[in-house]
């Protein structure tokens, strides 16, 4: 105990009970204040879900919740690689390039019929973004190359393969059973179960395994790390891996969806998915962060998008609004972060 | 203001919005809902917008404008959106002409009427559809070749400047330049390459067809106004001076042509344009006749009559828009939509 906490100590022991009430109730004051900021996320979701709830009824309709999510799952496929990319202190700027050269690939498979192409189509295009994002990993992990750039080369170079294979046009005229992959299972659409098992499986790679306690430390301290025994490079290499599987898995269930593949789809996306991340508490600088925060990002952003347009709010309003949520949430976690230090 | 109260109802958190005064969706026949989703927010679709909002408040609809930043799969959810909130009927700006398909097959099926405008819609999907409200994409593109070739002389070597492939006025501009060369066999297309609808590229591709081709280079096509702006710029910083037409008709666009560094664009009106889609949309409603197809023909803009378009769209637009119901309603009742 120091010399000046003693001192506190004595000074309020000796104080009137009265005081010592008072400060109870500026401490339970300052604790519902720090709550409210915590928590200022999810409550605002809340809040946004409820008053559109009862200003309109359409809101609040199975139909709607499932147009929200099916909205958000391209979104949400990339923004769990790039949380694990993030936490180990690095950047997937290549996802969004990855989209639309896996819809691309898929989609020029799948222009033949049948259940077998169909297959090849989907395994394809998600194992052509696991190429784009194993190279981008070589290069960080391996060559050194700074994220940034590697993942930006990577990006680039992938769109122009995209454009090569796709000579620039859409590729339409998919089979009907590779469309049936963005179609449902009973009133579930593909695209959000394997959204909800991706989230689920990332969940228990970061939290129950060594892989996930391994890709904290290489964000969160490297040296240490090192020490500890950690393979570095090996989960620098996985984590963008993982990442372009993700986006290789975005960009085929988008493609169904879209019936066409198209190069462009995509464009902008990896930044949606680090603010999905950034929103729900990732940090930037690794090591700090959970894939649920990452949900809750890319939730508040789809939910915030979809009442918007119920609301019938101008589209240059609504960039305004998703604007300021970004630096709003990253601002409130910032500065909690701060105070707590 | 609509979206000022909106926004202010959003600040004060959500349970404000309970007294913003939303409208639930499926409304009566005298004021119908219309849903309408754009690509993205363009000057030339803001001016859309314009005329879409007066030709709406003149049928008392209530218009529900989204965009969709260029996203295909936004575009996707806003259409579902729609179909769940019922409105009236849905009118489309495609982000791409050739995703849309289950969408348009679902708002059939909940018997919502969906028209098409300024983006051709690809396909078997294309014949669900009530109508298209269009540019003649085609003719714009033959018209503006035509005129570069006359410039020259009827023969000589061109260049052509194409929009982002695989849209739709792209692909129809293209062909109908290519319709206009085939008439001119003593015409060299040089080279023909995307500018992708956008200045500094295409600043950058007339710098290089100028080192590559020099003096050859007589005329340049481009599919749009901001394509030949840039590339004009380029034209002007080597000192050169060859004929350069477009398509569009923008602002900077008609103020090229003044200046003489333009030389012929075709206005493409946005207001009238939008505006008429969603009169088409009001008039299937009210049990009207439809045309299937309302492709408006481009107005040829030169030197010569530059003045009366700048005048009337950019210096007094107002006056425009007041007047753009009973245009919209005059060009579809006469069936030759050109009226301006």
New interface residues.
């Given amino acids: 105990m120091s010399m000046s906490e003693q001192l506190t100590r004595n000074v309020a022991s000796s104080a009137p009970s009265s005081a010592l009430e008072k400060q109870g109730a500026t401490h339970r004051r300052q604790d519902v204040a720090r709550f409210l900021l915590r928590y200022s996320l999810p409550l605002v979701l809340l809040?946004?879900?409820?008053?559109?709830g009862?200003?309109?009824?359409?809101f609040f309709?199975f139909?709607?919740f499932r147009?929200?999510l099916?909205?958000v799952s391209?979104i949400a496929f990339l923004a769990v690689g790039e949380t694990m990319v993030i936490l180990t202190g690095g950047i997937d700027l290549s996802v969004g390039a990855i989209v639309g050269l896996s819809g691309v690939v898929a989609a020029l498979i799948a222009q033949n019929d049948g259940a077998w192409a169909a297959t090849f189509a989907v395994v394809g295009g998600v194992a052509v973004g696991g190429l784009v994002g194993a190279t981008t990993g070589f290069l960080v992990s391996v060559a050194k190359v700074p994220p940034f750039v590697a993942s930006l080369g990577a990006a680039t170079t992938a769109l122009g393969f995209g454009y090569v294979f796709s000579?620039?046009?859409?590729i339409?005229g998919l089979s009907d059973q590779f469309?049936a992959v963005s179609g449902g299972i009973g009133p579930v659409p593909i695209p959000i179960a394997a959204m909800v098992i991706v989230i689920a499986l990332a969940w228990l790679a970061l939290t129950r395994t060594m892989f996930g306690m391994h890709v904290y430390a290489v964000g969160g301290n490297p040296q240490a790390a090192r020490v500890a025994g950690v393979k570095i490079r090996k989960i620098r290499f996985l984590v963008y891996t993982i990442s372009g599987l993700l986006g290789g898995l975005s960009g085929v269930t988008?493609c169904s969806?879209?019936?066409?593949g198209?190069i462009?789809?995509g464009?902008?996306y990896e930044l949606n998915a680090i603010a999905a991340a950034v929103i729900g508490g990732v940090s930037l600088m690794g090591g700090r962060g959970s894939v649920l925060g990452a949900v809750l990002g890319f939730m508040i952003l789809g939910v915030v998008?979809?009442g918007?347009?119920?609301?019938?709010?101008?589209?240059?309003?609504q960039l305004i609004?998703k604007g300021v949520i970004i630096v709003g949430a990253v601002f409130t976690d910032s500065y909690l972060n701060q105070e707590r230090e | 203001m609509?979206?000022w109260k909106?926004?202010t109802?959003?600040a004060l958190?959500?349970?404000?919005?309970?007294g913003?005064g939303?409208v639930?969706?499926s409304a009566d026949k005298a004021h119908p809902v219309i849903g309408m989703t754009v690509y993205f927010?363009s000057s030339w679709v803001a001016w859309g917008q314009q005329g879409a909002d007066a030709v709406a408040k003149a049928n008392n609809v209530d218009l529900?404008?989204?965009?969709a930043?260029?996203?295909?799969?936004?575009q996707?959810?806003?259409i579902?959106?729609f179909i769940?909130?019922?409105v009236d009927a849905i009118i489309i700006a495609a982000v791409?002409?050739?995703?849309l398909?289950?969408q348009i097959e679902a708002a059939k099926a909940a018997g919502i009427p969906v028209i098409a405008t300024n983006m051709v819609i690809?396909?078997k999907e294309a014949n669900d559809l009530v109508s298209y409200v269009g540019p003649d994409d085609v003719a714009a593109g033959e018209t503006e070749a035509k005129y570069a070739i006359d410039a020259i002389g009827g023969k000589g070597g061109i260049v052509a400047m194409q929009g982002?492939?695989?849209y739709s006025a792209e692909i129809d501009r293209t062909q109908g330049i290519k319709n206009m060369l085939a008439k001119h066999p003593e015409v060299k297309l040089l080279a023909m390459q995307?500018g992708n609808w956008d200045r500094p590229q295409s600043y950058n591709l007339m710098q290089d067809w100028l080192s590559r081709y020099g003096s050859d280079v007589k005329a340049l096509v481009a599919e749009n106004d901001d394509m030949a702006i840039g590339a004009g710029q380029a034209l002007k910083d080597k000192g050169v001076s060859i004929a350069v037409t477009a398509i569009d008709g923008i602002k900077d666009g008609l103020r090229a042509v003044k200046n003489g560094t333009m030389t012929e664009t075709n206005l493409q009106d946005a207001a009238i344009e939008l505006g008429m889609a969603v009169q088409v949309a009001v008039d299937h409603l009210q049990g009207k006749e439809v045309p299937q197809k309302a492709l408006l023909k481009m107005l040829e803009v030169t030197p010569a009559n530059v003045d009366h378009y700048y005048d009337q769209l950019y210096v007094h637009p107002d006056d425009f828009i007041k007047g753009l119901p009973d245009l919209v309603r005059k060009n579809l009742a006469s069936g030759d939509y050109s009226f301006q």
Avoid at chain 2, 69 to 74: A, I, K, L, R, S
């Fill in positions: 809040l946004f879900v409820v008053g559109l009862l200003s309109n009824r359409t309709t139909s709607n147009v929200i099916l909205e391209p000579e620039g046009r859409p339409s469309l988008l969806r879209a019936t066409a198209i462009t789809t464009s902008g998008g979809n918007m347009n119920i609301l019938n709010i101008s589209p240059f309003y609004i | 609509k979206s909106c926004l109802a959003l958190g959500a349970a404000t919005a309970l913003s939303v639930p969706a927010m529900r404008w989204v965009s930043n260029q996203d295909v799969n936004t996707i959810s806003q579902q959106q769940n909130q019922k791409n002409s050739s995703t398909g289950p690809f396909g982002a492939l695989g995307p």
